[in-house]
């Protein structure tokens, strides 16, 4: 599968199903406004637009993308309702379940953090996200504190751990490291920096510190690079 970064914390997958039929997944497409990306939300034609929580940098696009492709929002109970407002269709969930998509597994965690809308509305909890793909496992923290329970998503055993290291509003440098530590992925990419003021960070310090204190490798993706796994 190919997974694109977007900056921030936004993704886009692309892979297949049993019946070979492409597949797009995005995850926290936040395109407009975000000073990192080329990438403009008529550039994607998703399939799923998975959401971590409703904060502007990770809900970001989702509106239009899903008008003009007719994408279905995967998130929680309150922000599969707001969309629906709007007219997009979702498939509601909450931290701690799981589903079987055409295009693999995916299960909601949780992540201590907040989540509203830009307009001020409630957006449910904040989650993470586990997604397993071609027999591939993928954890997207979303924006989140350290929490240990961390080791029970490592336990069972991760190819990839995308972590935010912007500080401020969610973990920096050495809480992610921390994490890193019990998720024990196979690879990790730190995401949620130097978007905007307030989580500038360089990332070369997480790789160092990474490859020192793990038995992780780290992966700087430079917006709008793709990762193949
Ligand atoms: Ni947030
Ligand atoms: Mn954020």
Excluded at 51 to 71: P, R
Excluded at 130 to 150: C, N, P, Q, V, W
Excluded at 202 to 219: G, N
Aim: with cysteine; hydrophobic share 40%; aromatic share 10%.
């Amino acid at each position: 599968m190919k997974i694109q970064f977007l900056g921030q914390s936004g993704f886009a997958i692309n892979t297949s199903n049993t019946n070979k039929k492409d597949l797009q997944i995005l995850i926290d497409p936040f395109l407009t406004g975000n000073s990192l990306t080329n990438l403009k939300a008529e550039d994607f034609s998703p399939d799923y637009i998975v959401l971590t929580h409703a904060h502007g940098d990770h809900y970001g696009d989702t509106e239009a993308i899903a008008k003009t492709s007719g994408a279905k929002v995967i998130s929680n109970f309150e922000i599969v309702n707001y969309v629906a407002t709007k007219g997009i269709e979702g498939h509601p969930m909450n931290p701690g379940g799981a589903w079987t998509f055409d295009f693999g597994k995916l299960k909601f965690v949780q992540a201590i953090h907040t989540s509203s809308f830009p307009d001020g509305t409630y957006g449910g909890v904040a989650m993470g996200v586990i997604l397993e793909i071609e027999g591939k496992r993928i954890y997207h923290a979303g924006d989140t504190a350290y929490f240990s329970d961390m080791e029970y998503f490592g336990r069972q055993g991760l190819d990839l751990a995308l972590l935010p290291i912007g500080d401020n509003f969610t973990m920096g440098i050495d809480d992610a490291v921390e994490a890193a530590a019990l998720l024990k992925a196979t690879s990790v990419v730190p995401i949620h920096y130097n978007t905007f003021g307030y989580i500038e960070q360089d990332p070369q310090l997480f790789k160092a510190a990474i490859e020192k204190q793990t038995e992780s490798h780290c992966v700087i993706l430079e917006p709008d690079e793709i990762l193949t796994l």
